[in-house]
């Protein structure tokens, strides 16, 4: 497999090494744990963290952006959740669960003493009531064709019917059945080996049926979770989370959850912006800190950084993909040779060293699934590396002679981050030079109009950064599994927003969806991945790794590839 813990542990001396010249020969690094002082939690307190853009919404089937599942797995929970420590399975709602012989039927176990934030007890019927939403045809559910749809027994015609009868609640919902007030039973369509997985997205959080049929769930947020949304505290570009006090869960001294009094998140759109608060300790983590800020700030604060003293920098890579995503119902891009021809024309390294400049980042010269793929190899795709006389090859063959005949088209992307213009501007210049093709615009949006222009196929091509939801490439791949569905007329498929469709990549990724083993199922995926690459589906660009600054009187807080958090059990020292 792909040798990228050697290149993270190689750039990581780098900074060990920087960190040992500003600081005299002493380093986080080097100091020993039991040499430190013991640090004393502190009841309380307040945690400010960023988010890179404004949350698309608080409604979890609506929550598939990074910055929307932030605020939404602190204020929902599931019925499992992920660790954040090694991303494992670990309980929550559910406080057990079984599966049968034939691992289609799952039986879930839940606790007795869960209140929502309104005081009114969790059961069963919220249960069941979360999960027929989660099945219901909706314009804010972006989350049925990447949680239920093919996989639990019912759930496609539940949801073609709610097409058509969308405030029919009474009819079942077959695969989901209330055994009493606390056992639930899914029974899928076949053998699922990613259902749990599916369980603890936030998108599967679990709501409460009373609340949502009296009130409009898009503008408020009552969930079950370590903290509560205060809207009169918040602003356009802040939110409030405050402690839940009647939380269920404890620490093993039988403290109760949350520590903190509040977590507030805010949204910087620049790491510049976020630096500057960080320096005025209204913020205490940076997730990405970009290296030109990041020496100067080692340089400028080099005792900080001694014996942890007040700053730690640590090292993550993400489970995250940064490509290129066409429009293949676009006239244009529905054509296979142009695709190939742009994924010739990109000059990724160029990408990486003069726009990200980033040496921990990786050129996308491999799949659309990051190396960092654990059990995963993706060191023998066969995918596009930079090759002019290919790319000038396959444009001619598309039936454009030259770049001058080529029709005019926009490149549209998210504005949500310090490098996102400078790299459309750079994927520009590089069609402009290597094809000639001059009628290139690019053009920044509001993430919720990307993602409209996506689904309504409105647009050509798009810069995209895709994290995952679990570790697995299951969820990667899942973003091209075909949506042909009669009801996509009605609302427009997601995550498959490229109206790519391939029946050989959709059998194998059925296959491997149902595997009984993870090598079996990632070998299948494998082959999966490799069509999207012979049709040239994307055009992969780099995979991420991120420097994080954070506090050091913040305890509790693992970092992992899914940028998951668990802020219930973060704590503040002295």
């Known amino acids: 497999s792909k040798v990228l813990p050697m290149r993270s542990l190689r750039n990581l001396c780098f900074l060990k090494i920087l960190l040992l010249f500003v600081l005299g020969g002493c380093s986080t690094s080097t100091t020993k744990k039991q040499d430190k002082p013991l640090k004393k939690r502190v009841n309380g307190g307040v945690l400010n963290l960023a988010l890179s853009d404004y949350p698309i919404s608080t409604y979890p089937p609506n929550a598939v952006e990074v910055n929307a599942a932030e605020i939404t797995t602190q204020i929902f929970d599931g019925l499992v959740r992920f660790s954040p420590?090694?991303?494992?399975?670990?309980?929550?709602?559910?406080?057990?669960?079984?599966?049968?012989?034939?691992?289609?039927?799952?039986?879930?176990?839940?606790?007795?003493?869960?209140?929502?934030?309104?005081?009114?007890?969790?059961?069963?019927?919220?249960?069941?009531?979360?999960?027929?939403?989660?099945?219901r045809a909706h314009k804010n559910n972006l989350a049925f064709e990447s949680t239920l749809k093919n996989?639990?027994?019912?759930?496609?015609?539940?949801?073609?019917?709610?097409?058509?009868?969308?405030?029919?609640?009474?009819?079942?919902?077959?695969?989901?059945?209330?055994?009493?007030d606390y056992t639930v039973e899914f029974t899928l369509t076949a053998p699922n080996a990613?259902?749990?997985?599916?369980l603890a997205s936030p998108l599967c959080a679990i709501l409460n049926a009373k609340h949502f049929k009296t009130t409009n769930p898009l503008k408020t947020a009552i969930g079950t979770g370590a903290f509560t949304l205060n809207s009169e505290k918040s602003r356009k570009s802040s939110y409030?989370?405050?402690?839940?006090?009647?939380?269920?869960?404890?620490?093993?001294?039988?403290?109760?959850?949350?520590?903190?009094?509040?977590?507030?998140?805010?949204?910087?759109?620049?790491?510049?912006?976020?630096?500057?608060?960080?320096?005025?300790?209204?913020?205490?983590?940076?997730?990405?800190?970009?290296?030109?800020?990041?020496?100067?700030?080692?340089?400028?604060?080099?005792?900080?950084?001694?014996?942890?003293?007040?700053?730690?920098?640590?090292?993550?890579?993400?489970?995250?993909?940064?490509?290129i995503s066409y429009n293949m119902t676009h006239p244009v891009f529905k054509n296979i040779d142009v695709r190939k021809a742009f994924n010739y024309a990109i000059d990724k390294q160029k990408i990486i060293e003069n726009v990200i400049k980033e040496p921990m980042y990786i050129s996308g010269d491999y799949g659309l699934t990051p190396p960092s793929m654990t059990g995963y190899n993706t060191s023998d795709f066969k995918g596009y590396t930079f090759?002019?006389?290919?790319?000038?090859?396959?444009?001619?063959?598309?039936?454009?002679?030259?770049?001058?005949?080529?029709?005019?088209?926009?490149?549209?992307?998210?504005?949500?981050?310090?490098?996102?213009?400078?790299?459309?501007?750079?994927?520009?210049?590089?069609?402009?030079?290597?094809?000639?093709?001059?009628?290139?615009n690019i053009e920044a949006k509001p993430l919720a109009e990307i993602i409209k222009s996506k689904q309504n196929k409105t647009g050509a091509i798009y810069i995209n950064s895709w994290i995952a939801d679990f570790p697995s490439p299951i969820s990667f791949l899942g973003m091209f599994v075909s949506s042909t569905d009669s009801y996509t007329d009605f609302y427009p498929s997601y995550p498959n927003t490229s109206g790519y469709t391939n029946q050989a990549f959709d059998d194998l990724f059925?296959?491997?969806?149902?595997?009984?083993?993870?090598?079996?199922?990632?070998?299948?995926?494998?082959?999966?991945?490799?069509?999207?690459?012979?049709?040239?589906?994307?055009?992969?660009?780099?995979?991420?790794?991120?420097f994080i600054l954070v506090r050091s009187n913040i305890e509790g807080l693992h970092t992992n590839p899914l940028r998951i958090k668990n802020l219930s059990t973060v704590y503040l020292t002295e």
Do not use: C
């Not at 049968?100 to 209140?115: A, G």
């Not at 639990?152 to 989901?176: P, R």
């Open 85 to 135: 420590k090694d991303l494992h399975i670990s309980p929550s709602i559910a406080e057990r669960w079984t599966v049968d012989e034939s691992r289609t039927v799952y039986t879930f176990y839940l606790r007795k003493d869960v209140r929502f934030h309104n005081n009114e007890s969790l059961t069963a019927e919220d249960v069941v009531f979360s999960f027929k939403n989660l099945a």
């Open 151 to 180: 996989t639990l027994k019912g759930a496609n015609a539940f949801y073609k019917h709610s097409v058509k009868n969308k405030d029919d609640w009474n009819i079942d919902l077959e695969g989901l059945k209330k055994i009493d």
């Open 194 to 198: 990613n259902f749990l997985h599916s």
């Open 240 to 323: 409030y989370l405050e402690k839940n006090k009647q939380y269920y869960l404890k620490d093993s001294n039988q403290v109760s959850l949350p520590y903190l009094d509040a977590v507030i998140f805010t949204v910087y759109q620049k790491k510049s912006m976020e630096l500057s608060e960080y320096k005025k300790e209204n913020l205490d983590l940076i997730w990405g800190l970009p290296k030109k800020y990041r020496d100067s700030f080692i340089s400028e604060n080099a005792q900080g950084f001694k014996n942890d003293s007040i700053h730690r920098l640590t090292s993550q890579a993400e489970l995250s993909t940064d490509f």
């Open 387 to 440: 090759n002019v006389e290919k790319a000038k090859a396959h444009l001619k063959k598309s039936g454009y002679s030259s770049g001058k005949d080529f029709p005019e088209f926009v490149i549209e992307f998210n504005n949500d981050g310090e490098y996102n213009v400078a790299l459309a501007i750079e994927i520009q210049k590089q069609l402009q030079r290597k094809l000639g093709i001059l009628k290139v």
């Open 510 to 546: 059925i296959s491997a969806m149902q595997s009984d083993s993870q090598e079996k199922q990632f070998n299948t995926l494998h082959e999966a991945e490799q069509i999207l690459l012979d049709d040239a589906a994307f055009n992969p660009l780099f995979y991420n790794e991120k």
